[in-house]
């Protein structure tokens, strides 16, 4: 069964099962779009760094290459103790999102480095600054595997449609593996692209983190995320709106950079309230999401279609219960677990899963500690890393 295999990647470290691979220290890079003082790229930034960490941790030699912007006095040179080399993006067309950014230097700097390093990782996108990596790196003959988040599906949109034609179906094919997600991710991949034995099996996992104060003093709401029509923020605002009549003690904070929805949020919030209890706190250095989310009771996550977010994770390590939609990625071991709630998105199912879990101290704390062992059980990092090196030294061949 599908969801099985997270629980059996999940136990491979504490019971000492890692392949033995004699000592065999890889050199590793990481390459993702975009790195900005603000998180505005999300979870694969995030997800690559936990990665690299752990990796670094076991005796890997690790270094993330990417794109950079808003960093005004130059980009960093490391982050959470992961090496990077970054490069400033050009980005000609706004509209199109992240698809249009490029960066001749940092792809001048692969073609001339690239051969120093076993195997490359990429957090491929439907842009133009990975698929050229990916194209590179096969002229190159330097094996690489593919991550793709969920971001690469099937699309009606005519520059998905010129860049899959152009350049995302070689990416693919040349990968020696296709990390998916979910069972919904691996179908629109096998389906689209026609892939089929590259394809892997590959959860996003999530580090081990002190847990000072399952259940803080202050009761807080959070929603901690873009603000992106698909995270919808608005529907939380609207949720926070009719709990604030009931739980008037309680505070709703919104955090994370502007995707287009702020405007309308903070509409909402000015004609809605008259007090602080409901705000939007802003874009968050993304080294700081974890310190923040200690403070909230519930984390609420109102988006569709989200394959594995990386902030539900983060908060079930912290033990804060979730309420989270069915067509999430994590819906299936949140309810499986009892961490959390699942609503079908609707702002009425939100509200009365918010309500339930401000209600009954008894239900919160019980979802607190399942979610705890939830994340700890199946996402802890360290068993991801112990599946990653196994697929690096396949693909590099070495042993």
């Known amino acids: ?45 995030r997800v690559a760094l936990n990665q690299l960490a752990e990796l670094q941790a076991m005796g890997h030699e690790t270094l993330f290459v990417g794109g950079y912007r808003g960093y005004e006095d130059g980009p960093p040179t490391s982050m959470e103790n992961v090496r990077m080399k970054l490069f400033p993006v050009m980005h000609p067309a706004k509209k199109f999102g992240f698809a249009t950014m490029f960066s001749i230097p940092m792809l001048r700097w692969i073609w001339t480095h690239a051969s120093n390093y076993d195997i ?61 997600l979910t ?15 590259s394809l892997v099996n590959l959860p996003n996992g999530v580090p081990r983190a002190s847990v000072q104060n399952i259940q803080p003093a202050k009761r807080q709401v959070l929603f901690l995320a873009r603000m992106h029509s698909r995270k919808r923020p608005t529907a939380f605002v609207e949720a926070a709106l009719e709990l604030h009549e009931h739980f008037p003690e309680v505070t709703f904070a919104l955090v994370g950079p502007d995707e287009g929805e702020a405007a309308e949020v903070s509409t909402m919030i000015q004609n809605g309230t008259t007090g602080a209890w409901l705000n939007w706190e802003g874009a968050l250095d993304p080294g700081l999401t974890l310190s923040r989310m200690r403070g909230a009771t519930i984390y609420v996550l109102p988006a569709v279609d989200e394959p594995f977010p990386m902030s539900v994770l983060e908060a079930l390590s912290l033990g804060i219960p979730v309420v989270i939609t069915d067509t999430c990625g994590l819906a299936p071991f949140v309810e499986g677990a009892g961490a959390g ?57 070495k042993s």
Request: aromatic content about 6%.
């Open 1 to 45: 069964m599908f969801w099985s295999r997270y629980v059996s990647i999940g136990s491979l470290r504490e019971n000492h099962l890692r392949q033995d691979f004699g000592g065999c220290s890889l050199r590793i890079m990481h390459v993702a779009t975009l790195v900005t003082p603000d998180g505005a790229y999300g979870g694969p930034l």
């Open 120 to 180: 490359v990782h990429i957090h491929l996108a439907r842009d133009m600054i990975t698929m050229p990596v990916a194209r590179m790196l096969t002229s190159l003959k330097i094996p690489y595997v593919v991550q793709s988040h969920g971001m690469i599906d099937e699309s009606n949109k005519i520059l998905a449609k010129a860049l899959d034609l152009a350049l995302t179906r070689s990416a693919l094919h040349h990968a020696q593996s296709v990390a998916y």
């Open 183 to 197: 069972p919904e991710e691996k179908r629109s991949l096998a389906g689209v692209f026609g892939l089929g034995g």
């Open 341 to 397: 709630i699942v609503t079908d998105g609707s702002v009425q199912d939100l509200v009365e899963a918010i309500k339930l879990l401000l209600t009954d101290d008894t239900a919160r704390r019980g979802m607190a500690k399942s979610a705890l062992d939830l994340a700890r059980s199946t996402f802890e990092m360290g068993a991801v890393a112990v599946r990653l090196e196994s697929l690096y030294v396949s693909a590099s061949g």
